[in-house]
């Protein structure tokens, strides 16, 4: 499997995490395990602006800060690639 495909997957997956933790945060309820996913949320949210600050150089627009808050490393390295 080629590098940009690994990081489609990985970013899909990063994805279905970030819903498990909006619907952790708005109806904890609805999903075993709340907490955790809060608290993981609150992990990427640090992890990312940590990211994003000091790794500022490589963005090159506001679409790049946004995706690296959602997507972290793997929104880096598709910029790495991409360049």
Known sequence: MEPMMHLKVGKVIV??????????????S?????????WLGAFLVIS??????????RMRGPKDYALTMLYGALQLKTIRLSS
């Open 30 to 38: 609805q999903i075993p395990f709340a907490q955790a996913f809060e």
């Open 48 to 57: 990312h602006v940590v990211e994003i600050t000091v790794l500022r150089e």
């Open 15 to 28: 994805s279905i995490v970030w819903v498990l933790i909006a619907i952790a945060v708005v109806e904890p």
